[in-house]
């Protein structure tokens, strides 16, 4: 009833007939297409997938996980030779999501892999736990970054309080929110003007440190292995937190059919943009090394602060200004790619129906990226960044493993299937055996509650899968029926109608 009067609005509104007044399926996926690439690619099509690898990344991890990394191995020479090692690790992990993206061209990063490979119940445990842990963590991890480096200039010799932090995360959820909810063209302006800054931080505090060190600012590298903490344990949450700052390397899978000749430029973004984000990296750590110690690196509450404070004073104020707009924006562009993935998994009824709906004026899934806000802003009560990050790292890269894992699965099950892009077999290999040890060596040198706790909350998903996905349980429908009526009258959302096959 809802649904046909919303309808009916709608074709009066457009001046069309009742069976005409929404767009079928189809077209309204177009028509998120289409919002999607100007949100990504406002400029030309050359570069697109390079610019799309180096904005996404380059966010807030180079912010805030140098002081993390440093922290687990102890010494300037292994937390640099950790960065490179997670631009490798991250290269090889999107080579191999490139032939799984040309081979299975669908949407929902690694979902419809691990249903062609596994079935339903991997998949679901994938989305179950995308939807519930890592994308709103990750979401959160990211809107605490932006408020601790947007509040430090204000507390200045001190750490921030707890309650201004997190209530400036919640803040920034609620409006990125809010602004994706009512217009994907007005998120691309926020996203442009912000991965422009983004780029102008970055490249202040590269250049910055390269005329240090040709000044003969070296003293921080010298016996750059000494008093290092190596073990299996401390590397892996070493990095763990590397690879936060990497994460967004498989978000060309996103969009694989909206990229021009995918097969060709793919591979070639993935080779040229990772390889550029790791060298990007690797010398902002060394510029960060030119001016600051590793205890004074390890003191500091915002490490690009500290360094804007020793180098750009007066000016210093730029720095924590456009770090603040470089994790907002990638909060924006977070928020966006996840809006998309929660709504792909409640149209598949992996997820409550309402959550697949579209905004009828505004063509968004605004029901999908307002319970994505909220999931996100949950997790800030309780988390603090490095606990937060340790325990996305460690759900996400099972999946990670297990997505690579269905690559090699799907080399002698699916034979017929057309692979454009097709990698040596020992790269997925590799990467596998890269992500069991990230996962076991934390549980066996430094067990914890929590690890377990995530792994309990992975395993639910079958529960939930087995009452409401796969013997479809008629009570949940009873009341979520009446719920779904009022948020289509609250938020004027209607269902995509099928695609006729």
């Known amino acids: 009833m809802v649904e046909e009067g919303l309808r009916k609005r709608k074709g009066k509104e457009n001046g069309g007939e009742d069976g005409q007044s929404i767009q079928s399926h189809e077209l309204q996926t177009m028509n998120l297409q289409k919002q999607a690439n100007f949100f990504l690619f406002p400029f030309s099509p050359s570069g697109v997938g390079i610019c799309m690898i180096v904005g996404t990344i380059i966010g807030s991890g180079i912010f805030v996980s140098p002081k993390s990394v440093l922290a687990n191995v102890g010494a300037v020479g292994p937390c640099l030779t950790i960065w490179a090692a997670c631009g490798i690790l991250a290269t090889l992990g999107a080579l191999c999501f490139a032939e799984l993206g040309t081979m299975i061209t669908k949407s929902g990063g690694e979902y419809p892999y691990l249903m062609e490979a596994f079935g339903p119940i991997p998949a679901f445990l994938f989305s179950w736990t995308s939807l519930l842990v890592t994308k709103p963590s990750s979401f959160a991890i990211i809107c605490l970054s932006f408020a601790e480096y947007a509040s430090a200039p204000f507390y200045p010799g001190c750490d921030p309080p707890q309650v201004v932090i997190k209530c400036l995360a919640a803040a920034a959820i609620v409006v990125i929110t809010i602004v994706n909810s009512l217009s994907v063209k007005l ?30 600012k070296t003293g921080n590298f010298e016996d750059s292995f000494k008093n290092s903490k190596i073990s299996v344990s401390s590397i892996s949450l070493a990095f763990y937190n590397g690879l936060w700052a990497y994460d967004g390397w498989n978000q060309l899978n ?6 021009q000749n995918p097969y060709r430029n793919l591979p070639l973004s993935i080779i040229i943009g990772i390889p550029l984000v790791t060298v990007c990296y690797v010398l902002i750590n060394i510029s960060y090394f030119t001016v600051m110690t590793s205890t004074e690196l390890l003191q500091s509450q915002a490490v690009a602060v500290t360094f804007g404070d020793r180098v750009l004073y007066p000016a210093s104020w730029i720095v924590p200004l456009f770090v603040a ?62 606990s937060l990050i340790n325990y996305f790292s460690f759900a996400v890269w099972i999946f990670y493993g297990l997505t690579v894992l269905a690559l090699v699965v799907m080399r002698f099950t699916r034979k017929e299937l057309k692979r454009p892009i097709k990698i040596p077999l020992i790269i997925p290999v590799i990467v596998i055996l890269v992500s069991v040890v990230l996962v076991l060596a934390p549980i066996i040198s430094a067990p914890e509650l929590a690890y377990l706790y995530c792994i309990l909350f992975i395993l639910s998903g079958l529960i939930v899968y087995v009452l409401f996905v796969h013997l479809k349980f008629n009570w949940p429908q009873k009341i979520s029926t009446p719920i779904t009526m009022h948020l289509q009258m609250l938020l004027e959302v209607v269902p995509a109608e099928e695609v006729p096959e």
């Open 254 to 259: 996103y969009i694989t059919e909206e990229l």
């Open 187 to 216: 998120g691309s302006y926020v996203q442009n003007f912000l991965t422009a800054a983004k780029m102008i931080i970055v490249t202040i505090i590269i250049i910055s440190g390269i005329v240090l060190l040709a000044q003969g």
């Open 325 to 386: 707009f470089s994790t907002i924006g990638s909060a924006n562009g977070t928020c966006f790619t996840a809006g998309r993935l929660v709504y792909v998994a409640g149209r598949e009824g992996h997820m409550l129906k309402v959550l697949s709906y579209i905004s009828v004026k505004r063509l968004t899934p605004a029901p999908a990226i307002i319970f994505y806000g909220a999931i996100a802003i949950i997790y800030i009560i309780p988390g603090d960044i490095n």
